[in-house]
T-cell receptor
Framework: DVKVTQSSRYLVKRTGEKVFLECVQD?????MFWYRQDPGLGLRLIYF???????EKGDIPEGYSVSREKKERFSLILESASTNQTSMYLC????????????FGDGTRLSIL | DQQVKQNSPSLSVQEGRISILNCDYT??????FLWYKKYPAEGPTFLIS?????DKNEDGRFTVFLNKSAKHLSLHIVPSQPGDSAVYFC?????????FGPGTRLSVLP
């Protein structure tokens, strides 16, 4: 079974802080994704990566950056956290570019005060 | 502009009856559609999918129907069980570009 692990289930940070959300997968998957989930909006793609050191912007990349130095780890960075970034953040992976369903982590609920 | 719409935020069904969850899309580029189920405090889990070249896919109690001309798909759960109570997300996919709907919360009443 694929295991996608997000480092924190709950996180509380202050406005202006730099925030790191970590995601680790154990199945050598090529593609990794970061989403945020908000009520009534579903899951919106922030960034994704299809290889080490590669990244692509999703639908809502503003205020975020990502890092993929190793295949198994994909980090989401909030450069200067703002209250509108309070949300549930979900990491997902797929094995290759041809594989359909994504495997998700359990999410990080981030509150920015 | 929402490319994938789930117009019912919630749905309640009696145990043993059929649950029908609906999804509409606008992007003709989608070549694959997926349904995910999400329990509170957990990530979404993949449920069932359908290729755009098919109109039906069945897996146990779950069946997905696709009507391409209407740009509409639906998930049928028969019979519904209390453990099916969750939020269901529909997603369209083209070239690893997954677009999710806002979700429908299903409550199966005992």
């Amino acid at each position: 079974d694929v295991k996608v692990t997000q480092s924190s289930r709950y996180l509380v940070k202050r406005t202006g802080e730099k925030v790191f959300l970590e995601c680790v997968q154990d199945m050598d998957h090529e593609n990794m994704f970061w989403y945020r989930q908000d009520p009534g909006l579903g899951l919106r793609l922030i960034y994704f990566s299809y290889d080490v050191k590669m990244k692509e912007k999703g639908d809502i990349p503003e205020g975020y950056s990502v890092s993929r130095e190793k295949k198994e780890r994909f980090s989401l960075i909030l450069e200067s956290a703002s209250t509108n970034q309070t949300s549930m953040y979900l990491c997902a992976t797929t094995r290759t570019a041809d594989e359909g369903p994504q495997h998700f982590g359990d999410g990080t609920r981030l509150s920015i005060l | 502009d929402q490319q994938v719409k789930q117009n019912s935020p919630s749905l309640s069904v009696q145990e043993g009856r059929i649950s029908i969850l609906n999804c509409d899309y606008t992007n003709s580029m989608f070549d694959y559609f997926l349904w995910y189920k999400k329990y509170p405090a957990e990530g979404p889990t993949f449920l069932i999918s359908i290729s755009s070249i098919k109109d039906k896919n069945e897996d146990g109690r779950f069946t997905v129907f696709l009507n391409k001309s209407a740009k509409h798909l639906s998930l049928h759960i028969v019979p519904s069980q209390p453990g099916d109570s969750a939020v269901y997300f529909c997603a369209g996919d083209f070239g690893q570009n997954f677009v999710f709907g806002p979700g429908t919360r299903l409550s199966v009443l005992p």
